[in-house]
């Protein structure tokens, strides 16, 4: 190596000397002594490879002390941050599973703030003094709201599915139709679940059409369950028929034989007076007699990740004492956040429609996501000054979370389109922007939905888009 090069390599200061600085104070501060140190090396180290691998007279000189330490701040922005934090939802799906399906409310986080920051009454019994039971906060909530004997919940549907069909069903047949072998998600898939359970599949009728007949000639001394399975993120339309929920129930009536429903997303309210599609509650199929219900906590409820049970009291004591639901239980931070978002629905539709974020997306009025819509493109308008083309346009909002698949939720979007520069770039702008801001990308426009936007996120958009604006020109 040249004389030149080994000068140049002399001058890079030490991971110590640089961890004697005033800014590595206040990075020790923020941040694990172990990522400070590497996110050093790191800086150093390319700095090291950049003059190694250049000409001679190309090498890059080696940057002032501060400079470096730039360098390293914002190594340490990018990686020393937690990996888990909030996005920007202006995809206008309210129920995003990759975002996390349902945000909570403020109240209900208050609430699980005060529950989590200490101890709390989880299995411990205030009145007797001893020990209690951890689903009793919410069982009596879960009966009032559903009109069911008993209740529990585990730590999701998927999980709810397989502790009943394991619980009531191992080592006998399961009687479902072919039209509601479903998968969710890519990873729940009903065959796979049962599989696992120790279940048996039993499938009846075609994709298209399920009689009741199919059932009855099905069920035979092997029989353990009928199973209906809502067929949630999909319709089949046309020539199609599926067996009422009173024929099935009347038919495991018949036969001593318990009925199950995976409702799914199991909404409590009835959505259709929102203008929105249709959903069958949790309500209607206890009514109809479902011995066993099972839905989703996060989905159109609109609560924290939760499998929710509901149904007749002598399976449910079975299912309970199942070692499984101990695998599958939920703890302090869900029981609390699902408690309140329950509490909230017994105080009537209004207030659940007020306090629980995904109900409120879902009823928002067009007149109102229309208002939105204008003064944010209005306000983008002005902070990126003739930079960016924006507008708005009708659009369609998604339930998602695979519910109400053919659900028509009428919005009006904020489009963008960069006069320089491509729509990918600008997506992949604001998708790196702290807080990231997700959106939907269109036919060479960004779409950004009011509907999925919560208070102070307008705000966000606006600044972040003023700055990518600025830096790009
Ligand atoms: C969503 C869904 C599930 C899975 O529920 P998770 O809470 O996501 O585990 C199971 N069955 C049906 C019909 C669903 O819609």
New binding site residues.
Partial sequence: MSRDKTLLLRKIPGVDEMLQSDAARSWLARYPRVLVVEAIRSVLGELREAILSQPENEAPAVPSLPDLAAAVQERLRQTARLSLRPVINATGVILH?NLGRSPLGPETLAHVLEVARGYANLEYDLHQGGRGKRYRHVERLLCRLTGAEAATVVN????A?LLVLNTLAQGKEVVVSRGEL?E??GS?RIPEVMEKSGARLREVGTTNKTHLRDYEQAVGPDTGLLLK?????YQIVGFAQEVPLGDLVRLGRQRGLPVMY????GSFVDLRKAGIGREPTAQEAVRAGVDVV?F????LLGGP???LIVGRRDLLEKIRSNPLARAVRVDKLTLAALEHTLWLYLSGEDRAVQAIPTLRMLSLSLPILARRARNLASAIRKATQGRLEVGTQPEHSQAG???LPLGHLPTRVVTLRPRHGSAARLEEALRRNDPPIVVRVKEGRLLLDPRTLLPGDAREIVRALERIASDEQ
Wanted: proline share 0%.
């Fill in positions: 599973t999701n549907n998927a999980a599915v479903v969710i998600g729940f399975v809502h067929t949630s993120n995976d409702l799914g997303s099972t989703s906590g996060d989905k990740q939760a499998g979370g695979g519910s």
